[in-house]
């Protein structure tokens, strides 16, 4: 049998996920315990989107938190490791903090965004390298560090090792390199944190966006996740089932940098609830629309976290209608109208 020279491909991350779920859970390698976790195994497992921007499944058995996903991706490109914004959240992620104030591992954007000893992000080395010499292969970005493992009973390793991106055709390719993954709930949210990042560097560069790939040494299911992966997998094979889709929405190009600023200084004041927006003041902030639209579930976050009323549903209307599907969801309970058919 030839050697598989490309990996699986699909459009779409929502096929790619139920997809690898199927895999693992039906042709594991090995059962594993690691650190108290029992998991089904596979090993070496890679696969290929390629629309990047379609890096959402919408399952109604697991929605997604699209705040989370946000939150955590602009955490990553602020250069942040603190728990004070990613508790917010995730409070479950202080149970990787070894000091009960900050992460390492997963906190990939002091080494992403976080100057170095000459003050310059490996972030903009990269970018840089790929103005100067579009067809290179060296544009990779580092992440797990050695030392990680010198720290006795260490909580929080990496567990992406690299990402590499490649200029070819005017398309810009991100390649991630994982030692492991769980397919069930990390997978989701690496793979919206990586293929967004993708975006934002494509927009940096003024390039079109390529595909997105994922290598990862150790895909798996944790056991205690079983019973809730077979009933995704069979989500699909309900009566009347039908699949959402949606649009997904384009970052849009120039000066990414201060739309990301901006949005990062209302983010601190949604979360620490000194303000409260509105359509009307998120419009007034002269953002881009893909960018209101974070504002616009920032906003959302905060009035589920800080009061005990419904969501506004001026504020739903005007969501991306992926994100409204997501949100409504998520919080079914804080939603001033749901229709279980929607």
């Not at 549903?313 to 992926?322: K, Q, R, T, Y």
Request: proline content about 6%; overall charge negative.
């Amino acid at each position: 049998m030839p050697p598989t020279l490309t990996p699986w491909a699909t459009r779409s991350f929502h096929d790619t996920y139920l997809e690898v779920l199927h895999t693992v859970t039906t042709s594991a390698e090995y059962d594993t315990s690691s650190r108290g976790n029992d998991s089904a195994e596979l090993t070496n497992v890679s696969f290929r989107i390629t629309d990047p921007r379609d890096r959402l499944p919408f399952l109604k058995r697991r929605p997604v938190n699209i705040v989370y996903n946000l939150a955590e991706t602009l955490w990553y490109a602020a250069g942040r490791d603190d728990l004070d914004m990613i508790g917010y959240y995730a409070p479950g992620m202080g149970h990787y903090s070894a000091n009960g104030k900050s992460l390492t591992g997963t906190a990939y954007g002091t080494k992403l965004f976080a100057p170095d000893r000459q003050g310059v992000r490996q972030w903009d080395r990269v970018l840089d390298l790929l103005r100067a010499d579009p067809d290179t292969k060296r544009a990779v970005l580092g992440i797990y560090r050695p030392e990680e493992l010198a720290i006795t009973d260490n909580p929080d390793v990496s567990c992406t090792v690299a990402a590499q991106f490649l200029l070819r055709g005017g398309r810009l390719h991100l390649t991630c390199y994982m030692r492991g993954n769980d397919a069930y709930m990390g997978m989701v949210s690496d793979v919206f944190a990586f293929t967004f990042l993708q975006e934002l560097a494509a927009c940096q560069l003024g390039v079109e966006l390529g595909h997105y790939t994922h290598h990862v040494a150790s895909m798996h299911v944790n056991h205690r996740d079983a019973k809730n992966v077979r009933r995704l997998l069979n989500e699909g094979n309900q009566d009347g089932y039908v699949r959402p889709t949606f649009t997904p929405p384009e970052m849009p190009a120039g000066d990414v940098a201060s739309a990301l600023g901006t949005v990062l200084e209302h983010e601190e004041l949604l979360r620490t609830n000194e303000v409260q927006h509105t359509p009307k003041s998120v419009s007034e902030t002269g953002l881009p629309e893909y960018w209101q639209q974070v504002l616009l579930l920032f906003e959302a976050y905060r009035q589920i976290k800080h009061t005990d009323q419904s969501v506004s549903a001026e504020l739903l209307d005007l969501l991306d209608p992926g994100y409204q599907w997501l949100v409504r969801h998520r919080w079914k309970n804080r939603m001033p109208q749901f229709e279980e058919n929607t």
